[in-house]
């Protein structure tokens, strides 16, 4: 089978796997114990919690990083603990409608809290209106959140301007950056919270990561022992940071080589499939390991049942099975048809060029067999 749902999943990078084994064999000590295969172990997530830093890169340690069971905890734990912390005058929070459902649904739930939500629309580009933000974040608003690579157009929002403008206005930031790890630069001078997730740059599933800018006020999500900072409590897995560790070591060891890899997979994407499909969001401001597309006249979710040869999806992994328009789709205003038409094909580290081209020839010929049918 030939993968192309990067924005899913990745595949976990052969030195990531190898490096958590030991902690899942024979290292199997409770970090948070005081004997010598404790803090062992616990010696080994702080190596992992560095590693992560620095693919952050500048700016990464003027903050904390909390490890997480991965970005939906992550994002809950940030909109809900800084929230907590608001003010009575600073009780509203504004989103964007492409957000995903982790920060959408945390954001609704919060709207029956007592707090005042403002959800903005998006250009059909998929881009915020700069102009329109900087009207509706006022000196109510306490708290601001926005998706720095959108997980299904990959649209790149202006997360340096959107967090000027919540600072300008005395309200936090949290950005969901966790399509932007090592594919694009995370501004995090910009940031007072930012999510991370290793199963999306080749880590194991089961871990994330909230990265807080020092000094903002942050209540627990989980209550026990307080294990991570004193405010997120549950044992760490050290398999799990090690591997995510792991993972971010790699992403700056191969930043340029991922880099051009991606840009070459994109050319010989757009020259395969021509002019027969349209491109979903902006062409100018996206990530190009993500090619959300659609095609006149196609059955999307029966093109991925006739091409089990190929994995790829029609949209987020986590609402694809429900059957629903894709709320992103939507909020660029296409109708119902198109966004059923739409295709959403990820690549990167490990996709071969041979290969991308193979599932796209089967991709481009049965889309062509559908339409002949329906004509």
């Given at each position: 089978m030939i993968y192309l749902d990067y924005q899913a999943t990745t595949p976990l990078a052969p030195e990531a796997a190898a490096a958590m084994r030991p902690w899942l064999e024979t290292n199997f000590g409770n970090p948070h114990s005081p004997h010598r295969a404790?803090?062992?172990a616990a010696a080994a997530?702080?190596?992992?919690?560095?590693?992560v830093l620095d693919a952050l890169q500048e700016g990464g340690r003027s903050g904390n990083l909390y490890f997480t069971s991965g970005a939906t905890e992550a994002a809950n734990w940030a909109l809900k603990g800084a929230a907590s912390r608001l003010p009575q005058n600073r009780r509203r929070i504004v989103t964007l409608a492409t957000e995903h459902a982790c920060v959408l649904d945390t954001v609704e739930w919060l709207g029956t809290q007592g707090f005042d939500t403002d959800i903005l629309p998006v250009r059909a580009d998929g881009l915020l209106d700069?102009?329109?933000l900087a009207a509706r974040v006022d000196d109510r608003t306490g708290l601001v959140a926005a998706m720095l690579v959108n997980n299904e157009i990959g649209v790149i929002q202006p997360v340096e301007e959107i967090g000027r403008i919540a600072r300008d206005a005395g309200a936090l930031f949290f950005c969901d950056a966790v399509q932007a790890l090592g594919r694009v630069p995370v501004p995090l001078g910009a940031c007072d919270m930012v999510a991370f997730s290793a199963h999306k740059v080749h880590g194991p599933k089961g871990i994330g990561a909230l990265w807080v800018r020092e000094g903002v006020p942050l209540d627990p999500l989980l209550h026990g022992g307080g294990q991570e900072g004193g405010i997120r409590s549950g044992t760490l897995s050290p398999a799990l940071c090690v591997g995510f560790g792991e993972a971010a070591r790699l992403l700056a060891a191969q930043a340029e080589q991922d880099h051009a890899h991606v840009e070459r997979l994109w050319r010989t994407a757009l020259s395969v499939l021509g002019d027969r499909w349209s491109l979903n969001g902006s062409a100018e401001r996206r990530y190009h390991g993500n090619l959300n597309i659609r095609g006149d006249g196609i059955d999307a979710a029966r093109l991925i049942s006739e091409l089990r040869q190929v994995a790829f999806s029609a949209g987020s992994a986590c609402a694809s099975g429900?059957?629903?328009t894709s709320h992103v789709l939507s909020?660029?205003?296409?109708p119902g048809r198109d966004a059923r038409s739409s295709i959403r094909l990820g690549f990167g580290r490990y996709t071969s060029e041979d290969d991308l081209v193979q599932a796209l020839?089967?991709?481009d010929d049965t889309a062509s067999r559908q339409r002949s049918f329906a004509a």
């Open positions: 404790g803090r062992e997530i702080e190596v992992a919690r560095g590693r700069l102009d329109l429900s059957g629903r909020a660029l205003g296409l020839t089967l991709i």
